[in-house]
Antibody, heavy 118, light 108 residues
Framework: VQLVQSGAEVRRPGASVILSCKTS????????IHWVRQAPGQGFEWMGL????????LYAQHLQGRVTMTKDTPTSTVYMDLESLTFEDTAVYYC????????????WGQGTQVIVSS | QSALTQPRSVSGSPGQSVTISCTGT?????????VSWYQQAPGAAPKLMIY???KRPSGVPDRFSGSKSGNTASLTISGLQAEDEADYYC?????????FGTGTTVTV
């Protein structure tokens, strides 16, 4: 089982970024994919999840309206689009796998560094 | 949703035991047996160590154990080894969302 994320990104404030998480080694539609982020020197912040089976999503309340998670079943890939970036969005972003209603994550992707800089 | 509270750091000598606490509320840790723990080595992605409060995935040494009392979950590392030096994070389901702990650095 592998979750392989896209490479590092640098964006200006106000821009948007789309990160990808390509999964392999299991049936794509049978596990939820979550996104979390870790700002420099900080803990993890849960951002939301997508159900690859039906595309259903659930987002953290404070990110509603700025984050969109989508999936592409033929390539077993999940995408996370974050808009209106601010300096506070600088972080390492991780995708994680959860079997529905297990409430734990395994494995995690390798992480994608996003830097928001003017 | 506020982060779960963990001690910033704990330390111990090889062979000793250390316990990391993770304090939340009855809306998260206290309300569900859905606490997991993750180990993060420097520059690496986190690794699942404990799930469902006290269950250990295959491959995780049995010196790692989890428990919960009220709104506080705990991770105990018995027989501390040099390779256990890392950051540890708890995580709890909270109804519809998830909340992580502030993280604890374990020094051996």
């Amino acid at each position: 089982v592998q979750l392989v994320q896209s490479g590092a990104e640098v964006r200006r404030p106000g821009a948007s970024v789309i990160l990808s998480c390509k999964t392999s080694g299991y049936t794509f539609t049978t596990y939820l994919i979550h996104w979390v982020r870790q700002a420099p020197g900080q803990g993890f912040e849960w951002m939301g999840l997508i159900n690859p089976n039906d595309g259903g999503t659930l987002y953290a309340q404070h990110l509603q309206g700025r984050v969109t998670m989508t999936k592409d079943t033929p390539t077993s890939t999940v995408y996370m689009d974050l808009e209106s970036l601010t300096f506070e969005d600088t972080a390492v972003y991780y995708c994680l796998r959860e079997r529905s209603a297990d409430y734990w994550f395994d494995p995690w992707g390798q992480g994608t560094q996003v830097i928001v800089s003017s | 949703q506020s982060a779960l509270t963990q001690p910033r750091s704990v330390s111990g000598s090889p062979g000793q035991s250390v316990t990391i606490s993770c304090t939340g509320t009855r809306s998260d840790v206290g309300g569900y047996d859905r606490v997991s723990w993750y180990q993060q080595a420097p520059g690496a992605a986190p690794k699942l160590m404990i799930y469902g409060v006290n269950k250990r995935p295959s491959g995780v040494p049995d010196r790692f154990s989890g428990s919960k009392s009220g709104n506080t979950a705990s991770l105990t590392i018995s027989g501390l080894q040099a390779e256990d030096e890392a950051d540890y994070y708890c995580c709890s389901h909270a109804g519809r969302f998830f909340v992580f702990g502030t993280g604890t650095t374990v020094t051996v």
